[in-house]
């Protein structure tokens, strides 16, 4: 972050000329008193608000994401297809990789075609480390989670093993903001 700055109507300074750089796999804690701006700054460090002053870059091949600590959540799906919709990529590579798996039994199919996108799904498979995805993603439905009223609801023995799954689960070679 360069000389970064959020300012909200009328004229309210929330974040005025930030520099922050982090090193690779550190661990950041944000802390300040309600209302000082914590939420703001992870908002604008995972791309959410973009009504900014100055500059937010990232190195290259770098992503984050960001878990908020009260997400809007569609009442009608499973937590399973929540998590899974924001690996929709990763899934569709997936998908994609299977499904050339099962041409290479059609005689008339183009090996040489189906074996270079095969090798460049899986270069791409392995960069995200998705091999196992549904393995990573399986204690979610042993922790017994579902939701109520659009918000997710932890089985009875407590919401830190939820969250240490879900935190799993959406560990795929990203970098998360938790909010």
């Given at each position: 972050?360069?000389?970064?700055?959020?300012?909200?109507?009328?004229?309210?300074?929330?974040?005025?000329d930030i520099y922050l750089s982090f090193f690779?796999g550190a661990k950041i804690g944000i802390i300040?008193?309600?209302?000082?701006?914590?939420?703001?700054?992870?908002?604008?460090?995972?791309?959410?608000?973009?009504?900014?002053?100055?500059?937010?870059?990232?190195?290259?091949?770098?992503?984050?994401?960001?878990?908020?600590?009260?997400?809007?959540?569609?009442?009608?799906?499973?937590?399973?297809?929540?998590?899974?919709?924001?690996?929709?990529?990763?899934?569709?590579?997936?998908?994609?990789?299977?499904?050339?798996?099962?041409?290479?039994?059609?005689?008339?199919?183009?090996?040489?075609?189906?074996?270079?996108?095969?090798?460049?799904?899986?270069?791409?498979?392995?960069?995200?480390?998705?091999?196992?995805?549904?393995?990573?993603?399986?204690?979610?439905?042993?922790?017994?989670?579902?939701?109520?009223?659009?918000?997710?609801?932890?089985?009875?023995?407590?919401?830190?093993?939820?969250?240490?799954?879900?935190?799993?689960?959406?560990?795929?070679?990203?970098?998360?903001?938790?909010?």
């Amino acid at each position: 972050m360069l000389g970064v700055s959020k300012t909200v109507p009328p004229n309210r300074v929330i974040l005025k000329d930030i520099y922050l750089s982090f090193f690779y796999g550190a661990k950041i804690g944000i802390i300040g008193s309600n209302g000082s701006g914590k939420s703001t700054l992870m908002r604008l460090i995972a791309g959410i608000d973009d009504n900014y002053q100055g500059k937010i870059e990232f190195s290259r091949d770098y992503t984050v994401g960001m878990l908020e600590q009260e997400p809007k959540l569609d009442p009608d799906k499973t937590v399973i297809e929540l998590v899974r919709e924001g690996k929709k990529e990763i899934l569709d590579m997936l998908d994609e990789y299977n499904a050339i798996t099962e041409k290479f039994s059609d005689p008339k199919a183009d090996q040489d075609k189906l074996m270079e996108r095969m090798g460049t799904l899986q270069d791409k498979i392995d960069a995200a480390d998705a091999w196992e995805i549904d393995n990573v993603l399986q204690p979610l439905f042993l922790q017994g989670c579902t939701l109520q009223d659009g918000n997710l609801k932890p089985p009875a023995f407590g919401s830190q093993r939820l969250t240490d799954s879900i935190l799993q689960a959406t560990r795929l070679k990203e970098h998360w903001v938790i909010e």
